[in-house]
């Protein structure tokens, strides 16, 4: 089974920090998204890479920054974190099988964010 | 432009009792991609399934079931005589073949059963 794994569950940071937020998938997949959930909003895109070294914006990258420079990894940056950016992020990788469509994502498990 | 409607922002019921969690959708493409996701508590979404644009049939899947119509755009989902265990907030999501890869999501519907 595919893995994507964040590095923490919860996180408590204080305003103006660097916040780094970790994601690992273990199946060689080609592309990675970060979105953040919050209530009443649904899941809404941050970044997504489709390659190493490759990023675009998403819906929402307004104080945040990514970095992929190894296939399995994608890192989420809140360059100053504010408390506006607290909230569920969720990590997930996809892969695409040529001609066979899209099947969709495998999501990490979250890190909830507080920022203080 | 893609959208998903999920208008039930939360839903209770009774163990036992079947529910429907509707899912609306918008989209300009001939060939796209619907899924339903759950998450429970532990917060990681599991994914539930996909169909694509050129296959109406609906699904069952032991308690579960889906309703694909395109002459609506709809894809609603059915849990039949629910359980506890089904609490959870359920996403429905929507891809473009044309923007493949880029899911967009509904704002979710919480289901609450109640013993």
């Known amino acids: 089974d595919v893995k994507v794994t964040q590095s923490s569950r919860y996180l408590v940071k204080r305003t103006g920090e660097k916040v780094f937020l970790e994601c690992v998938q273990d199946?060689?997949?080609?592309?990675m998204f970060w979105y953040r959930q919050d209530p009443g909003l649904g899941l809404r895109l941050i970044y997504f890479s489709y390659d190493v070294k490759m990023k675009e914006k998403g819906d929402i990258p307004e104080g945040y920054s990514v970095s992929r420079e190894k296939k399995e990894r994608f890192s989420l940056i809140l360059e100053s974190a504010s408390t506006n950016q607290t909230s569920m992020y969720l990590c997930?990788?996809?892969?695409?099988?040529?001609?066979?469509?899209?099947?969709?994502?495998?999501f990490g498990s979250g890190t909830r964010l507080t920022v203080v | 432009a893609q959208k998903v409607t999920q208008a039930q922002t939360e839903i209770s019921v009774v163990e036992k009792e079947d529910v429907t969690l509707d899912c609306v959708y918008e989209t300009r493409d001939t060939t796209y991609y619907l899924f339903w996701y759950k998450q429970p508590p532990s917060g990681e979404l599991v994914f539930l399934i996909r169909?694509?644009?050129?296959?109406?049939q609906n699904e069952i899947s032991g308690r579960y079931s889906w309703n694909f119509q395109k002459s609506t755009s709809s894809f609603n989902f059915t849990i039949t005589a629910s359980q506890v265990v089904d609490s959870a907030v359920y996403f429905c999501a929507l891809s473009e073949a044309d923007n493949t890869d880029k899911l967009i999501f509904g704002t979710g519907t919480r289901l609450q059963v109640f013993p």
């Open positions: 199946m060689d997949h080609e592309n």
């Open positions: 169909r694509n644009s050129f296959d109406e």
């Open positions: 997930a990788s996809s892969f695409q099988i040529i001609g066979g469509g899209f099947y969709g994502y495998t």
